[in-house]
């Protein structure tokens, strides 16, 4: 291929970028189901909707990043979980709208190709994909020399769904009494990393593989924890018609993430010390300085998802509830109100 | 939001964040049809199936970025053109799959937010979905300090369509004897740019707002030029059923794309002397002397998109093809052969 060689000493390397393309396929069909059309390196990707359209069903989208989170992974050389949670980040935003994952397309943008960290990354999109059910259909590399430092990259993702109509009743059926559950997160999931990383690194001068005193683990351990998926849980429970809403707990914490999902009605009254902080939190509250309430706008403070459910449906949810890796706390409360959130601190 | 006080000195300025998000709002909804459900600032976005769904229809997603143009927009100050390239790259790509796009999502990430950059990318994003009939169904603004340089940011999109099964033959229906029409490109599209960067800027040491000699236009009017969107020519053709295949000449140029449409019975012949080579490709053979093969491998040359026809549908075809800013050349033949693309260059 020496007709490539302008282009490659312009600082683009097709012939790396064919390699990594042809392992990649690999990783990638690994992961189709019979509803995937075509296969690896056609101009798009095609997904049968046999099953799936018509009047009631509705395709549910979303798009994100897993932010700066990468600068750990770039920091411990550990490039195989940020896809990974980058799929389960965007498996819980659309399980809110009550869809299951049906497929998931990545964007890696970096500046050299590098196949080892493609592969890495690709490797966690799908371990996701398969632990969520989902096809990685297709994906796009970008070469883009002077966009990225050495070894750094970013990545998106885009996952579609689909939501049977009417799995979730609406906001009209939250009511005063109504529950609001939470689910346990496994760490920071996604958010708050830019000030995680400045609590740790900057001001706490921690070095990776340093024990976290609140945890008792190493720091690399709890930084790079791979973002949980409720897919598992919630699903069911939403099909069972136990759940009226749900809130992914993302970047805005509880007040910016529940305030979405609340009718205007209502104002949700969540009390904090129903649970414990866990350590890495308080830890970053140490180091940092931070007070409660910015905590609590930036982190999940260890409830990663919350739900809505009627009161009289908790014996029915009981049954449902003691499984798993993930615990379950009722965090508050849906009271007459106009749409605002509420954190009571004792 | 005295709260978010701590999070800004550490880089990331959520009012401001949010301030954009607002008047995103409003580009966002231009674009929406009574297919889409549910509003800006969901955790996900709806699209009803109604219509589109069932054994006869698929869904076909394609992801890209920009690629180093990027850095045009950078260095022009001029950002309401590349959402544009994008979504117009998307459509060619699912189109040759048969497919009519149904929406769109985009991914933008930054080191800082800049509310104004980030309304003229998200414009000309509005804008691409709107000449091709798309809803902008939602997307992800990601704030990253550390990962982008002042100013500077990567952006990518996810394009989803519809195609009604059997709108293409399939490659069993390829013949020696059918004819390849081109259908003329607007200038670079989104592709070459580290190579034509290097000519331009490092080789001929030129301004944008010189003159390029062999076009009598500015170098900043020929780089930023918005990849054209084949959809209005080529799908009513398609659904009249006169086109066997087609491919978007992207990276990797006529090989690299035509190949992946071809069955290992025939060889695809392209005269490449049977169009003039725009100025704008002359100029960088010019500067960087890189030789024909090369540049037929890493640039359009002038033909952005190319169908494969049956011979005995080119009357029925000529009704349809003398419209528009887009010339229509016929470019090759389909031979005899085993899947391989052959570049005649006289």
Tied chains: 1, 2.
Excluded at 78 to 97: A, E, F, P, Q, S
Excluded at 136 to 147: D, K, N, S, V, Y
Excluded at 330 to 339: A, D, E, F, I, S
């Amino acid at each position: 291929m020496k007709e490539a060689k302008r282009y490659r000493e312009a600082g683009v390397d097709l012939e790396s970028a064919d390699r990594a393309k042809s392992r990649l396929g690999e990783l990638v069909r690994g992961t189709f189901s019979g509803k995937v059309a075509g296969d690896f390196g056609d101009f798009g990707s095609a997904f049968s909707l046999k099953s799936y359209g018509g009047k009631e069903k509705y395709l549910v989208s979303s798009v994100d990043g897993v932010g700066t989170k990468l600068k750990i992974a770039f920091m411990a050389s550990h490039h195989d979980t940020v896809g990974h949670d980058l799929v389960n980040h965007l498996v819980n935003d659309i399980l809110c709208l009550g869809a299951r994952p049906i497929f998931f397309m990545d964007y890696i943008g970096l500046g050299k190709m590098n196949e080892d960290i493609v592969l890495d990354i690709v490797k966690g999109i799908a371990e996701g994909c398969k632990e969520n059910g989902c096809a990685l259909l297709g994906g796009e590399t970008a070469e883009m020399p002077g966009f990225y430092s050495e070894g750094e990259y970013d990545i998106a993702g885009f996952m579609a769904g689909i939501a049977d109509k009417g799995i979730l009743p609406g906001k009209g059926a939250l009511k005063p009494g109504d529950l609001i559950l939470g689910f346990s997160s496994s760490g920071l999931h996604t958010n708050g990393y830019t000030l995680a990383r400045k609590a740790f690194f900057e001001i706490g001068k921690m070095k990776l593989d340093d024990i976290v005193p609140e945890t008792g683990t190493r720091l690399r351990d709890e930084l790079l924890k791979i973002h949980f998926s409720y897919f598992d849980i919630i699903y069911p429970l939403m099909k069972k018609k136990l759940i009226k809403a749900a809130a992914h707990i993302t970047g805005g914490g509880f007040e910016g993430n529940i305030s979405r999902i609340l009718s205007p009605r209502v104002d949700a009254v969540i009390n904090t010390y129903h649970w414990f902080t866990p350590g890495i939190f308080k830890s970053i509250i140490r180091l940092a300085k931070v007070g409660v309430e910015e905590m609590y706008r930036v982190f999940n403070m260890g409830i990663g998802f919350v739900t809505i459910v009627g009161e009289n449906d908790i014996p029915r949810l009981r049954k449902y509830l003691d499984a798993g890796d993930c615990e379950v706390i009722p965090v508050g409360v849906l009271r007459k109100g106009t749409g605002k959130v509420i954190l009571q601190y004792e």
